[in-house]
């Protein structure tokens, strides 16, 4: 079994209050959790109006299709102009 983890460090601009920040959120992690088929969160930051640190996991057999699932929720991510990925950390574990 292969577990694959991706930290993302986020930047939220335009931001009023959190309200506004947790419906972007919201939004972009329920279209990861669907399109993408793995596990995601808000793990740090909720207080803060313009940043947010997400965190993802999936399990898989294989190391490159983890490695090819981590990177297209960067891609997604990036792709999505109403954040920025300001630091990105992965990792893959053979259990």
Do not use: P
Not at 38 to 51: G, L, P, T
Not at 56 to 71: K, P
């Amino acid at each position: 079994m292969v577990v694959g983890t991706l930290n993302l460090t986020l930047y939220i601009g335009g931001m009023q209050s959190l309200k506004d920040k947790r419906s972007v959120i919201k939004s972009l992690l329920a279209k990861i959790k669907s399109k993408l088929n793995v596990s995601a969160a808000e793990i740090a930051k909720q207080d803060e109006w313009n940043q947010c640190d997400m965190g993802f996991a999936c399990v898989t057999n294989d190391v490159s299709h983890a490695d090819s699932m981590l990177s297209a929720i960067i891609q997604y991510v990036d792709s999505d102009g109403r954040v920025e990925i300001i630091d990105s950390y992965s990792e893959i574990i053979h259990v």
